[in-house]
């Protein structure tokens, strides 16, 4: 009879451990990460601990929208730290659900600028969340400083960079502007002025690249319908696509005293907005101005904005929805089924 009973209890262990291992995705327990308060910074941890746990899926998601109309050019910079235990483990940033940058690991406080351009002119919300996975855990995400930026055309300060008035050729310019990053952010200016003369040459210019700190925040090849901003400064003449002057096949962004020899021209042409807080700040781009007897001038510079600081969060935690959809975890005799 012994024999038979010890039989019996076999299988109905086996139900047991698989039920605690199986648990499913439940609400979050004390065994999840929430974001809360760390000190100084908002991070996400367990509850009375300094480290993450697994299988998080944790969000924080602001209230309230931040209004960017009116303006043309936005970014959020971010100072953090993220300590994580493995690739599994990441913490990303959503706009409006769409998901725009996903941080990497330092293990020192560092800071990321996350250009909104795209986004300006309409209200954003953001959204931070964390994801673990089930090996490893470690101190994770915290971050102390939250700061959306923006700026609008026509304010700013202007830096020259060159003023031509004889032919430059076909050109591939690369020019230094580091001082952009006076401000928080810029963009670049390309003005053709006939000065009142009419029936003159062209400036071409194609494959437009800024790269801020290595990385590439700007790059415009005037294909698929691209177009700038343009002032005319009450001349007809005006800066637009074609596809003749060019730097091979495709469409490139020129103004054309020669094709409307009526014209004159005063053009400005401004460049999407791009942030600047950077040690270095490259642009380059192809080139093709041809000028007639010194009657043209071409002139290449950048505004600079401070911008205008929209959000600024207290790092306290209001006005943000946080939840927690990680899975929930239960203790058996042998320990928990849940990294520590």
Known sequence: ??????????????????????????????????WQIVGSDIGCVRDGLTEYGSNDDAAMTLDSPIDLSGYQGAYVFISYSQNAADSGDYTELYVN?????????????????????????????????????????????????????????????FHEVFNWNSDSGLTYEVHDISGANEGKLACLSYLYDTNGYSYLYYWVIDNVEVEVDGKVF?????????????????????????????????SNWQCDSDEHPSWTFNAEALSPWFPTDATSITVSF???????????????????????????????????????????????????????
């Not at 919300?125 to 026509?154: C, H, I, M």
């Open 97 to 157: 659900d769409d998901l725009v940058h996903t941080f990497a690991d330092s293990a020192s406080s560092t800071s990321v600028i996350v250009n909104l351009v795209e986004y300006a002119g309409g209200n954003i919300t953001p959204k931070l969340r964390w994801v673990s996975d089930a090996s490893g855990v470690d101190e994770g995400f915290r971050f102390n400083q939250f700061e959306v930026f923006a700026s609008a055309y026509g304010s700013g300060t």
């Open 218 to 250: 700007l790059d415009s090849d005037f294909e698929g319908g691209e177009t700038w901003l343009v002032n005319q400064y009450g001349e007809p003449g005006t800066w637009e696509a074609d596809t003749d002057h060019g730097f091979g096949s495709g």
């Open 1 to 34: 009879m012994k024999k038979l009973i010890l039989l019996m209890l076999v299988p109905v262990g086996c139900l047991l451990a698989a039920a605690a291992v199986n648990a499913g995705t439940l609400p979050g327990t004390e065994h999840n990460a929430h």
């Open 286 to 340: 192809d080139n093709y101005y041809n000028n007639y007897a010194g009657y043209d001038n071409a002139v290449f510079g950048y505004y600079t904005n401070p911008g205008t600081l929209i959000y600024e969060d207290p790092i306290d935690l209001a006005g943000w929805t946080v939840t927690d959809d990680g899975t929930d975890v239960e203790r058996t005799t042998w320990g928990r089924i849940k990294a520590n």
